[in-house]
């Protein structure tokens, strides 16, 4: 767990030291704030359903391009080769740099909890939900931070890596997008594949152990994957 730490705090570091997460997380509060305020006051809406709604679309985005360069970085400078000469194992570099990710993502929720304590100032503020909605936020980027582990452990490229983060993450989310058009024997099979269904579950207020296993099981596979990608480098 020590080994584990001390990479996710190496990477979480190269994070705060690099302007790209902080363009990054700029773009996000500003394109996210424009769609709220906008919701709040020409809607009139003092709620946060329409700000949660559109956060697995952003996050098919944003989650990408915070993962790229974790694992694509190290393999295209040649220092993972050194890296996984190290006493760690595959696990525990790949556990690291999927906490830094996480961690990222939680640092721009917790960014966002201007939105909630806005609408708590203006009018009765459903906390219940709000709090079921930001876990259900962590628990989605979790997943798609794991997707982008995964898609940075397969090339040396950062941009190959958020290519193909974005569709395996978009193809996801789409299949919640597309669940009402689908043959009725088809519907319960996307529903039950897509990230944004699972998201609003919980986002409703409902904490159900199907959609927390649903997340952990992506996230379990996806790093397995990438674990297997790091350990078959070892013997080449």
């Known amino acids: 767990m020590r080994n584990t730490m001390a990479i996710a705090k190496r990477e979480f ?17 500003v394109i996210t704030g424009y769609l709220f305020f906008s ?36 393999r295209r400078e040649g220092t993972l080769e050194l890296l996984l000469t190290m006493p760690i194992t595959d696990w525990q570099v790949v556990g690291g ?10 640092l721009l929720l917790l960014l966002t909890l201007a939105f909630p ?21 962590l ?31 978009f193809g996801l989310f789409l299949l919640g997008a597309v669940v009402g058009v689908l043959p009725h024997w088809l519907a ?12 609003m579950n919980i986002a409703r207020g409902v904490i159900d152990t199907r959609d927390l296993v649903y997340y952990a099981s992506i996230i379990f596979v996806c790093l397995l994957i990438a674990q297997t990608t790091l350990d078959s480098r070892r013997w080449r």
Do not use: W
């Open 188 to 199: 319960p099979v996307a529903a039950a594949m897509s990230v944004s269904s699972h998201f």
């Open 117 to 137: 304590i806005t609408v708590a100032a203006l009018g009765p503020l459903d906390k219940g939900t709000a709090v079921a909605s930001y876990l259900g936020a």
């Open 13 to 29: 570091q190269s994070y705060v030291n690099s302007p790209i997460p902080y363009i990054l997380v700029t773009f996000y509060i």
């Open 139 to 169: 628990l989605l980027s979790g997943a798609f931070v794991a997707i982008g582990v995964m898609a940075s452990a397969f090339t040396r490229s950062q941009i190959v890596a958020a290519l193909i983060a974005f569709f395996i993450s």
């Open 39 to 74: 919701q709040l006051f020409l809607g009139r809406q003092a709620e946060m359903r329409g700000f949660f709604e559109n956060m697995p679309l952003f996050f098919c985005f944003l989650v990408p391009l915070v993962t790229m360069r974790l694992v694509a970085e190290e």
């Open 97 to 106: 740099k999927f906490l830094a990710g996480l961690g990222m993502m939680a």
